[in-house]
């Protein structure tokens, strides 16, 4: 299988894989309201509200069934199988009861309370390492393969966490805190023991400045621009992309994933206009590249139709292969920055390469100033080796002049000391030493009496 370790293999060998229906294609619920990026490792959550709404509710509401409950690691540690990114993506049944646990951790008020304005805070606590730790205890981390994507786990944990604790906010807001808008009722504790009582009064009060109903208001249009719904259901993206590398024999790439996740429950037939028409477009780029005889198989072709189709990859998120998967993890995406950081980032980008192309040029220059300096000194070097032999043959010629020896030209002097070479060394010369004017003579191989000693 492509992009199967073979730990991973080996992991899947010893009894680890997904049993029950392989049916790609089945059981799909249609989502209207949440977000196809964001829906990924806890896509598992029922869509019936576990708020529990009592008779007060406006409206005469009727219950609904009560919260989930733990069914998660009963009887000791549980074991799953992760795909690459640290994304839970089998057995269907398992990941579904994992998802529930991580839902109801996001709810426990004492690890993430909902009087914090902003998930960010969790981090300067030790909240979030608490509740990875609850949940690190319920997997079973004895294969190699899965000890080794517990970096990358805990990411997507704490993402689907986050997610989770504002999806609960806003089921609270949603039931409790919208309907009794601007009247004492508000600050009333919702009928349900999830919810700490102080926490709420803070989280109310939160509610009513007038930055949060502008936020409020701006993600309410923002939802309802939303043209595109996914059909995943109670099914995560990493589940339906390991099913269909279990009936295809290889992973599906990102546009291969949209498909499967944007089509009517047994049908292929696009889940809206939206769907219909990406998948049109996308069709339309195959078939231009066929004309160019382009490879269309090729990976990093595929990310360029996707992005072509469905825009840049925005936000440090990378849609199609699982929640909280960021642009490092995924090489080859094509990605888009907006305004100050795009700007800022184009902006460093031009001064690292003109601050580049300097260091170049200083380097190019010192190469070549070494360089010239290297032949200049060589050249000094030989003409102050060529002078030191001239002035010495001079200095030879004037002593063997005074000591009656002719020699008019340079030459002269060279054959007059080899021949004063190979006479010395037949007969060795002793020194003789005058204490009048301390100087070393040395007795020559011929009679020199009118020799000068500077």
Not at 78 to 96: S, T
Not at 136 to 149: G, H, Q, R
Not at 206 to 217: E, L, T, V
């Amino acid at each position: 299988m492509s992009h199967l370790y073979e730990d991973e293999e080996d992991y899947e060998e010893n009894g680890y894989v997904d049993s029950e229906t392989q049916d790609v294609g089945g059981d799909f619920n249609i989502q209207q309201d949440d977000d196809s990026e964001t829906q990924d490792v806890g896509g598992m959550f029922h869509q019936q509200d576990d708020v529990n709404v009592s008779s007060e509710a406006p409206g005469g509401i009727k219950k609904h069934r009560g919260p989930n409950q733990k069914n998660w690691a009963m009887e000791g540690r549980e074991k799953l199988l992760w795909n690459r990114f640290g994304l839970p993506k089998g057995p269907r049944l398992k990941v579904a009861r994992f998802s529930r646990f991580l839902g109801i951790l996001a709810k426990d008020f004492t690890l993430f309370p909902i009087s914090t304005p902003d998930y960010r805070h969790f981090n300067a606590s030790d909240n979030l390492e608490r509740a990875w730790n609850r949940v690190k205890e319920t997997i079973d981390w004895s294969n190699p393969w899965v000890a080794s994507l517990e970096g990358k786990i805990k990411k997507r944990v704490k993402s689907k966490l986050n997610e989770r604790w504002k999806h609960w906010k806003s089921q609270l807001r949603k039931k409790w805190y919208k309907p009794f808008m601007n009247t004492p009722r508000r600050f009333q504790k919702p009928n349900d023991d999830r919810v700490n009582e102080r926490q709420w009064k803070i989280f109310v009060a939160n509610m009513d400045k007038k930055k949060h109903q502008r936020i409020a208001s701006i993600n309410k249009r923002n939802r309802s621009q939303k043209k595109m719904n996914q059909s995943t259901g109670t099914r995560t993206y990493a589940n339906v992309a390991h099913e269909y590398e279990i009936s295809h024999g290889k992973e599906p790439d990102r546009w291969e994933l949209f498909k499967l996740t944007h089509q009517r429950k047994g049908s292929q037939e696009p889940i809206d206009v939206a769907s219909a028409k990406a998948i049109a477009d996308f069709e339309e780029a195959e078939q231009k590249r066929l004309s160019m005889n382009v490879d269309i198989t090729a990976p990093e072709i595929r990310e360029e139709m996707y992005a072509e189709v469905l825009g840049n990859e925005k936000g440090n998120r990378v849609r199609g292969v699982g929640a909280g998967v960021t642009w490092d993890e995924v090489p080859g995406i094509h990605v888009e920055e907006r305004g100050v950081s795009r700007e800022v980032k184009q902006l460093r980008e031009q001064l690292e390469e003109q601050a580049k192309k300097a260091q170049e040029r200083e380097a190019h220059m010192m190469e070549e100033l070494q360089s010239k300096m290297a032949e200049q000194t060589k050249r000094m070097e030989q003409m102050f080796e060529v002078r030191c032999v001239e002035m010495a043959l001079q200095k030879m010629g004037e002593m063997f002049k005074q000591c009656g020896i002719s020699v008019d030209t340079q030459q002269d002097v060279m054959q007059t000391m080899s021949q004063f070479a190979r006479d010395t060394s037949q007969r060795p010369s002793t020194v003789a030493f005058s204490p009048d004017d301390d100087v070393y003579r040395p007795t020559m191989p011929f009679d020199c009496p009118n020799m000068q000693i500077d």
